[in-house]
């Protein structure tokens, strides 16, 4: 007898994915796991842009998100160095900000 998969691959995400990249992300809620303030993605202090953009807590600086434009790709940190995903991007001049 075959042994079934107890996974499928990484297309299954397609939709779900689509459902939440396609949102304006300034929206979304953010909580923060130091100091527990809470509130829209637009309320976090944001520095760069180079060499990317990294969004802090308003309360304690910690870092909530960081995003980094590489030529065809934006490489994207959100809650740790761990959580890093990279999406393919229409092209543009290396010098332009992210
Ligand atoms: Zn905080």
Same mark, same amino acid.
């Given at each position: 007898?075959?042994? &079934? #998969?107890?996974? =499928?691959?990484?297309n ?5 994915? *689509?459902?939440? !990249?396609s949102v ?25 842009? &180079? #060499?990317?953009? =990294? ?6 600086a910690?870092? *909530?998100?960081? !995003? ?9 940190s ?10 393919p ?10």
């Amino acid at each position: 007898m075959p042994h &079934e #998969p107890d996974h =499928t691959d990484g297309n299954s995400l397609a939709g779900p994915l *689509a459902e939440i !990249l396609s949102v304006d992300a300034t929206t979304g809620w953010w909580r923060c796991p130091e100091c527990g303030r809470s509130g829209p993605v637009a309320q976090l202090h944001v520095y760069g842009p &180079e #060499p990317g953009l =990294t969004a802090r807590c308003p309360g304690c600086a910690h870092i *909530a998100l960081r !995003l980094v434009r590489a030529g065809d790709h934006v490489w994207l940190s959100m809650g740790g160095p761990a959580d890093t995903f990279r999406f393919p991007v229409a092209s543009r001049p290396p010098d332009a900000t992210p």
